[in-house]
């Protein structure tokens, strides 16, 4: 048993209070001064924000009061390992909450967006293409929306943490030493295999659309609008759009692929080389997470449901199954870490694994 692997989940809760209370303090500041909230009706991009329903004069005060009482509470569950169970229950309640409100409520779609352009951007940024003002893209309310995930996943990993300890099971990889039913290794790949598969199949859909204006299909668009977006070169970030859709969803299909566990052997030098289980598994629940927190959104604008249903099309049928989306490949991931986990070097409790793909 190693010094770094015991020491791991209590660096976890530290660095939580620490983030939590940085920016409950930034809030807190906000609150006394009436500047500085980018959120809500100051977001000029917020139309698909639920934080629309929050009046601004109040965003700064309550994320303040939910911030830094997420750090009092993280710091609460530190050497708190034998609490009474109300007390457990409300720290756990609480945490959650805050946790799930952070990483999918705060973000709204242009963190997905501003993601899937991202790798147009410092590719382009040389060249100067595609002509856009940096400064208003990556701005303070984009960080503040960035932060907030950053926020929610630290929470939820040291509410986690401290809810296995404190339930009995490892700290680390959860198992209490009755691990049975849907988390063994076996059931896991049936069931990733099918969240994969949807995981995948539904941004290929959309990047299929994306595709088709390319070469000039006016799919799901009038002719016009096609003309116009070649004439702009809109087009191109559409196909963007449409090529990081379509590897993703490939990388996807790696969660239950062969070639997801060890590399290839036509890759120079990398070939047969086993994948560190984490290369995929950290990616694939952040992207989840960013695709559920823009879903989210999306579906609480009052557009987006005049745009999908009032003017239905195979434009906008894509975005219709978006909610799948982030869930499927959550449950994929999830899916991938159960069956390629091995036994635990903070327990040593072993592990009937790792099984390989169906």
């Known amino acids: 048993m190693t010094t770094t692997s015991i020491r791991r989940p209590d660096r976890i809760a530290p660095l939580a209070a620490g983030w939590l209370g940085l920016w409950g303090v930034v809030a807190l500041v906000g609150t006394l001064t009436g500047r500085g909230y980018p959120l809500g009706d100051n977001d000029a991009y917020g139309e698909a924000s639920l934080l629309r329903l929050l009046p601004v004069r109040y965003g700064p005060p309550v994320f303040a009061a939910a911030l830094l009482g997420a750090a009092v509470a993280v710091l609460a569950m530190v050497g708190n390992a034998h609490p009474s169970r109300p007390a457990r229950n ?21 963190v997905l967006v501003t993601l899937g352009y991202l790798p147009m951007l410092i590719i382009g940024a040389p060249f100067g293409w595609p002509p856009v003002d940096y400064a208003r ?39 209490d030493g009755d691990e049975a ?3 063994t290794p076996a059931a896991a790949a049936r069931w990733g295999r099918w969240a994969a598969w949807t995981a995948a199949a539904i941004p290929l859909v959309y990047a299929g659309t994306r595709f088709a204006w390319v070469v000039g299909i006016p799919l799901g668009i009038s002719r016009e609008f096609l003309t116009d977006l070649h004439e702009t070169g809109a087009v191109w970030a559409g196909a963007g759009l449409g090529a990081f859709a379509t590897v993703g969803a490939v990388l996807t299909l790696g969660l239950v692929q062969r070639w997801g566990e060890v590399l290839p052997r036509w890759l120079p030098r990398l070939g047969g080389r086993r994948v560190p289980p984490l ?5 694939g629940t952040l992207v989840a997470i960013a695709v559920t927190a823009g879903t989210l959104g999306e579906l609480g604008a009052p557009e987006f449901w005049r745009v999908t ?20 490949l959550g449950a994929a991931t999830l899916a991938y870490h159960l069956r390629r986990r091995r036994a635990c070097g903070h327990c040593r409790r072993p592990w009937p694994g790792p ?4």
Not at 90 to 110: F, K, S
Not at 279 to 283: F, K, T
Not at 355 to 358: A, D, L, M, N
């Open 90 to 110: 409300l720290l756990l309640g609480y945490g959650w909450t805050v946790a799930v409100a952070l990483a999918v409520v705060v973000p709204d779609v242009r």
């Open 137 to 175: 893209i990556f701005d303070w309310t984009l960080a503040a929306k960035f932060s907030a995930v950053a926020a929610g996943v630290l929470l939820a990993a040291a509410v986690l943490a401290w809810q296995r300890r404190t339930g009995g099971a490892c700290a680390v990889c959860g198992r």
């Open 181 to 183: 039913g849907w988390t």
């Open 279 to 283: 290369l995929a598994v950290v990616p």
């Open 309 to 328: 249903i009032g003017g239905f099309s195979a434009a906008t049928a894509p975005m219709l199954l978006w909610p799948l989306w982030g869930p499927a």
């Open 355 to 358: 099984v390989s793909r169906p």
